[in-house]
C-alpha cells in the first residue's frame, strides 16, 4: 500500500526545509513523489509555481469546486486579503503507483485522512519551541524584498491557536519529531520513520 506522509507544524519550524530534503534523501529517494497543493497567495522570491504550490487565482479555485475536485480548503485572513490554500484531485495523485509526502495544518490532514482513508495518511509532526521559531521567522521575513511583519506576527501567533495540545490530540497525533537542535537530525529521524513503515501497514 501506498501512503500520503503529511508534514506539519506551526510557522517557522523548518517544515519546507524539512519537506526538500526528505524527497532527496537516499532512502526515499525514487519512492516518494511530492504532494503538491494550490494556494492564491502571491508567489514569494524563489518559488516556482507547481513546485512549492500550484499558484491560482479565486476563479480556478470557484472552478474545482463547481467541479467537485476540492479534497480541503483553508482560508487564512491576512492583511494583504484572503489567502486560501487547498488540495485538489485532478488525476495527480495515483495511489496505485506512488507515495506522497506533502505538508498542511491539523484541519487539512484530518480531510486528507477522511478523503484517502487514516491508514494511508501517516503524520509527521514537527515540533519546535516558540522562542526558536520566532527567530527564525524574522531572519526569514528579513530576508523578502518587502518584508511584512505584520503577517508574521499574525501567523506566529495563529499558530499558537490552530496547533493547540488539546487539537494535536484530536487529531490523532501521538509521535513528534523534534526540530530544536540541528534540522539534520530532524530529517534523519522523518527518513528513519518513513522507511520503518515500509510502504506497507503501520
Given amino acids: 500500500m501506498s501512503h500520503i506522509f503529511y508534514i506539519m507544524g ?10 526538500a ?22 508567489m514569494r522570491k524563489g518559488e516556482q509555481d507547481g513546485r512549492e504550490y500550484f499558484f491560482v487565482d479565486e476563479e480556478k479555485l470557484g472552478r474545482l469546486w463547481k ?10 485572513q491576512t492583511v494583504d486579503g484572503a489567502w486560501y490554500y487547498f488540495t485538489a484531485d485532478e488525476g495527480q495523485i495515483d495511489l496505485n503507483r506512488h507515495s506522497y509526502l506533502g505538508i498542511g495544518t491539523l484541519e ?18 514537527i515540533e519546535v519551541d516558540d522562542g526558536i521559531r520566532l527567530e527564525r521567522a524574522l531572519k526569514r521575513e528579513k530576508k523578502q524584498e518587502v518584508p511584512k511583519y505584520k503577517e508574521m506576527c499574525r501567523r506566529f501567533l495563529a499558530d ?3 496547533f493547540s495540545e488539546e487539537k494535536i490530540a484530536r487529531a490523532g497525533i501521538r509521535r513528534r ?22 510502504f506497507g501497514s503501520v
Avoid at 24 to 34: M, S, W, Y
Avoid at 35 to 40: D, M, Q
Avoid at 67 to 75: K, S, T, Y
Avoid at 111 to 125: D, M, Q, T
Wanted: glycine content about 8%; hydrophobic content about 30%.
Fill in 10 to 19: 506551526k510557522s517557522a519550524g523548518g517544515k519546507d526545509h524539512i519537506y
Fill in 21 to 42: 530534503a526528505l524527497l532527496k534523501n537516499e532512502k526515499l529517494c525514487g519512492k516518494v513523489e511530492p504532494l503538491v497543493i494550490y494556494t492564491t497567495r502571491p
Fill in 67 to 76: 467541479d467537485g475536485r476540492i479534497i480541503e480548503e483553508r482560508v487564512y
Fill in 108 to 125: 487539512s490532514y484530518r480531510k486528507l485522512a477522511k478523503y484517502f482513508g487514516e491508514e494511508v495518511v501517516i503524520p509527521l509532526y
Fill in 160 to 162: 499558537c491557536e490552530d
Fill in 177 to 198: 519529531f523534534s526540530n530544536n537542535g540541528e534540522i539534520g537530525d530532524c530529517i534523519r529521524e522523518c527518513a528513519d520513520y518513513m522507511e520503518s513503515v515500509d
